[in-house]
């Protein structure tokens, strides 16, 4: 997969995360047929995974309160 990734902000606390990209199942012909039966919800759900990953990593800390 060739991908781009782009951060932009959109308002002060707001940001949207974007993945563009390009997926060529591997092994020629046989990855295609293959690709086409099942392996297209692999590569979907690793691009999904690391997206939410990403997004997860990039929010603020919650803040915590502590009673004195």
């Given at each position: 997969m060739q991908a781009d990734q782009v951060l932009m902000?959109?308002?002060p606390g707001v940001s949207q995360l974007t993945l563009s990209g390009v997926y060529e199942p591997p092994a020629?012909?046989?990855g295609e047929a293959l690709d086409r039966m099942a392996l297209h919800r692999?590569?979907?759900a690793a691009v999904k995974l690391f997206v939410d990953q990403?997004?997860?990593a990039l929010e603020p800390?919650?803040?915590v309160s502590v009673p004195h």
């Open positions: 902000p959109l308002e020629g012909a046989i692999v590569a979907e990403l997004a997860a800390a919650q803040a």
